[in-house]
């Protein structure tokens, strides 16, 4: 069969691009497809040029210097002696309309007492709400984790497994421990795509693939079809259980099994002068109608401040979101400078997850068919990126 790339990745979020890096680093011609006129998927710097290129974050906020395959692409990319410093300010908890401090919902003694269980509990099949009640007992998990851990994954946190949050990892310490670049984490995906190793096409959102011989045959929008020898998804899991091809019905029927959770985001900047907010990393709430508040505050700007409001579907119409948004704030919906709105979408993992990525995995082996994304081992940048470089190596092998 005669292709036109060696490797077609659909899905330009940090998962596809570093899936298309990879192989592109290994002399293999490369194409990515995306469905957004815009990479980067859930890293999303919303960058707003009329207040002179003010950012902020409206996903993906913070790494660590325990990405080990971020940090290696970064290495390639020459970006890792520009990662920005990220300033230690804290969350607060937006409770009962009034922001408080974290501490005034931990019942200390209840949390000395459970600690010891910390090292003896195992993680292992258990939800979030049994693990972690077990280890920083009831009250904790109920006053104050169980937000908290809504407030990560933007999602009711009590049913998504407790393995797939938190993973410990090595740490680099040549890197400082959590970072940004000047002008947001966009400047990841940017990057990745300015080398030119790789193809890179927008506005492609596809919904068909079929096999040709060993190989894949992707259709375009515009009705044309391109064909490869290898095929990465990395694409939501819904998507994905659309786009594999009939042939791989096992991996198909395992993939649809897996939900997800839709955020409805809003991007607000505040003149500096507009607030009277102490410097805070963001809210989280306590039953509102949003999960959470990240700020742009871990680089601070002379003259704005901005926020992306994490809020639950359907709950909120647009005007009502930016009054509550305004409300945790403490100022007036006039004094808005700029504001935005994203649509963010995460993987609702459910306990039994890692068994059925196990039964994908067999499902997939041997196979050219890579399946890649936020919904294998757990939603962090880091957890994605292991799992692109995981699936590179079963279909291209490991470098020598
Ligand atoms: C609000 C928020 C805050 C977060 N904070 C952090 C953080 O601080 N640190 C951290 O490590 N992680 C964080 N994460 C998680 C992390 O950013 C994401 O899990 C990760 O970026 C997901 O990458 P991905 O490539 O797997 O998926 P996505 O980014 O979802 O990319 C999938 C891509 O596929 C495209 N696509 C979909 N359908 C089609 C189709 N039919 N054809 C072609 N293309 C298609 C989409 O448009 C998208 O670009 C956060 C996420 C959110 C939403």
Known sequence: MSTDFDHIVIGAGISGLGAAHFSARRGLSTLVLEASDRIGGCINSQTFPAL?????EAGGHTCFNSYGNLLS?????????????????????????????????????????SLPRLVKEPKEGRSVRDYYSAVLGRRNYRDLLQHAFQAVICQPADDYPAEALFRRKPRRKDVIKAFTFADGLSAIPNALVAQGTFEVRTGQRIEQIATEGEGFKVRLQDGTAIRSAHLTLAVPPDVAAMLIPAVFARARALVAGIGMAEIETLVLVFRQDALNLPPLAGLIAVEDAFYSAVSRDFLPDAQYRGFAFHFRPGVLDPESQVRCACQALGVTPDRIAAQSRVHNRLPALRQGHFRLVEQLDAALAGTRLALTGNWFLGVSMEDALTRSHSEHVRLFGART
Do not use: C, M, N
């Open 52 to 56: 002179g290129g003010f950012w902020t």
């Open 73 to 113: 692409i970064l290495d390639d990319l020459g970006l890792t002696t520009q990662v920005q410093p990220k300033l230690r300010v804290g969350y607060r908890l937006w409770k009962d309309g009034r922001r408080r401090f974290i501490l005034s919902a931990i019942h200390p003694f209840e949390a000395l007492g």
